[in-house]
C-alpha cells in the first residue's frame, strides 16, 4: 500500500499547485489509510508536509506578486496562535477513550477522523458549487478591516490544530469575498497562512509525538515536487473545472471514511 501513499503525496502536491488547495486535506486520509499511521500522529505528520509544500507555493506566487503579506500577517495571527496552543496542549491532553455507549469505546481517533470526514464532505460542496459572480478587487488599506477577521482566524486556526488541514478551502473565498482580493491573490495568500499556521502547529506537537524523521521528509520532498509540477500546468489547465471534480472525488472520499470508521468501530 505504500506505494499508492507515494503517488497520492504527489498528487497532492500537485493539486495545490494547479489550485491552491483541496489537496492537503487528502494528507490525513494518506498518512492513515495508506501508511498505517494513528489518527492523532498522522494530522501531525500532515501539518509538515502541508506546511512544507505551501511554503513553496508560496513563495513561488510570492515572486510573482500575488501574495498580500499584510493580509497573511494579520489574518493569521489569530490562526497560527490558536493552532500553536491547540497542538501543543489541547491535543496532548485528549483521552484515548472519550466515553463508552453500551460497553463500546468511544476514542479520540474516532472521534477526530469522524470529524475529519465531515470537514471533507464541507469541503467538498465548497469546491463543487458554483462559485459567485466576480467583483471588482477593493484591495486597499482603506477597504481592508484585519482586525474584523480574528474570528475566522481563530475558526481556521482550530480546524488546522485539530485536524492537521490546511483550510485553503475557507481561507480562500474569505479573503475574496470578505477582503476583497483577487483570486489569484487569495490563492497565493492562502498557501501563505496555510504554510505558516501548518509549520507553527507542527513545532506544537515535538516532544509529544515521536517523528520518523527520513519517512516524513521522502513523502514531503515527494509533495513538493508535486506543487512544482501542479504550478507549472496551472496556466495550461482551467483550475476551476479541475476544483469541481476534485470536490467530488473529495465528496466520495469523505463518505467512504464514515462508513469505514462506524463499521469498523
Request: no cysteine; charged share 10%; proline share 3%.
Amino acid at each position: 500500500m505504500e506505494i499508492f501513499g507515494y503517488i497520492a503525496a504527489l498528487l497532492i502536491g500537485i493539486s495545490l499547485g494547479l489550485i491552491g488547495g483541496g489537496g492537503s486535506i487528502l494528507t490525513v486520509p494518506v498518512m492513515v489509510y495508506l501508511f498505517g499511521l494513528q489518527p492523532l500522529v498522522a494530522m501531525s505528520y500532515s501539518l509538515f508536509i502541508v506546511g512544507s509544500t505551501s511554503i513553496v507555493g508560496a513563495v513561488s506566487n510570492y515572486r510573482k506578486g500575488l501574495v498580500n503579506v499584510k493580509a497573511a500577517i494579520f489574518f493569521g495571527a489569530s490562526s497560527i496562535a490558536t493552532v500553536f496552543l491547540v497542538r501543543k496542549y489541547i491535543v496532548p491532553a485528549l483521552p484515548n477513550t472519550i466515553l463508552k455507549i453500551g460497553g463500546f469505546p468511544i476514542t479520540s481517533s474516532f472521534i477526530l477522523m469522524l470529524l475529519f470526514a465531515l470537514l471533507m464532505l464541507f469541503a467538498s460542496v465548497s469546491m463543487i458549487r458554483k462559485p459567485k459572480q466576480h467583483f471588482k478587487e477593493k484591495e486597499n488599506k482603506s477597504s481592508i478591516h484585519f482586525f474584523g477577521f480574528i474570528g475566522y482566524g481563530i475558526m481556521i486556526g482550530l480546524i488546522t490544530g485539530l485536524l492537521g488541514a490546511g483550510g485553503g478551502f475557507l481561507l480562500i473565498p474569505t479573503l475574496v469575498f470578505l477582503i476583497g482580493l483577487s483570486m489569484k491573490k487569495a490563492i497565493g495568500t492562502s498557501l501563505f497562512i496555510i504554510a505558516l499556521n501548518s509549520l507553527i502547529g507542527f513545532l506544537g506537537d515535538l516532544g509529544h509525538i515521536s517523528i520518523n524523521w527520513v519517512f516524513l521528509l521522502k513523502v514531503t520532498g515527494i509533495a513538493i515536487a508535486g506543487i512544482l509540477i501542479g504550478g507549472a500546468f496551472s496556466k495550461k489547465i482551467k483550475s476551476e473545472n479541475l476544483k469541481k471534480g476534485f470536490g467530488w472525488f473529495i465528496l466520495i472520499m469523505g463518505v467512504i471514511i464514515i462508513v469505514k470508521e462506524i463499521f469498523s468501530s
